[in-house]
């Protein structure tokens, strides 16, 4: 079936840094792909889409570019900021309209 | 205005017993979903409803069962409740099945 992977569980960047928060996919069809970001006490929202190879979704100054070639929609931002602390979740939907998720990326910035 | 509002938010009870989640949207979505987030935060769904109808049952064990009165309400109940089915419960809706979620925020339940 349909699996997105994760490779980091836990980064911690400083206030400024740049960041990358890895993510790749599984799938035999063309998904639409999600981030979405979940502080403490809340539920997942969504954070970014991108519906089709070589689409970027952009919110709060991260983006995300779809690579079909590569299977990934790795997450990137130039700046992070201490408020940008939060579990981040790569997803996609699957053929039967599930949302199928990543097993989670905690980013934690020190100010 | 919340969205998708989940009631209890916390649930503290013993092995055995059985207890009820509730959820109830207000966007007018005509897709219903049931998740559980374990201690690790992995996120997996449990069930889907399409217009008061089950369209997604994965496994999980039929001490689980949803229901859903209507298509704005989908609640979970629980028999037989063990210490594994301690986790965070998130309700969600959608459009359409594939559509944007939106995730209510959670029912932590304890089982001991």
């Known amino acids: 079936g349909d699996s997105v992977v994760q490779t980091e569980g836990q980064v911690l960047p400083s206030e400024g840094d740049s960041l990358i928060v890895n993510c790749s996919y599984e799938t035999t069809q063309y998904p639409s792909l999600f981030w979405y970001v979940q502080y403490p006490g809340e539920g997942p929202q969504l954070h970014l889409k991108?519906?089709?190879?070589?689409d970027k979704g952009r919110n709060k100054g991260f983006e995300a570019m779809y690579r079909k070639e590569t299977t990934s929609f790795h997450l990137e931002k130039d700046s992070v900021q201490e408020s940008d602390s939060a579990v981040y979740f790569c997803a996609l939907i699957d053929q039967g309209g599930k949302l199928i998720f990543g097993q989670g990326t905690e980013l934690s910035v020190k100010p | 205005d919340t969205a998708v509002s989940q009631t209890p938010k916390y649930l503290v009870t013993q092995m055995g017993n059985d207890k009820s989640i509730k959820c109830e949207q207000n966007l007018g979505h005509d897709t219903m979903y049931w998740y559980k987030q374990d201690s690790k935060k992995f996120l997996k769904i449990m069930f889907s409803?399409?217009?008061?109808?089950?369209?997604i049952n994965e496994t999980v064990p039929n001490r689980f069962s949803p229901k859903s009165p209507d298509k704005a309400h989908l609640n979970l109940h629980i028999n037989s409740l063990e210490l594994g089915d301690s986790a965070v419960y998130f309700c969600a809706s959608s459009q359409d099945p594939g559509g944007d979620y939106t995730f209510g925020s959670g029912t932590r339940l304890t089982v001991v």
């Open positions: 991108a519906m089709k190879a070589n």
């Open positions: 409803y399409n217009n008061k109808e089950l369209i």
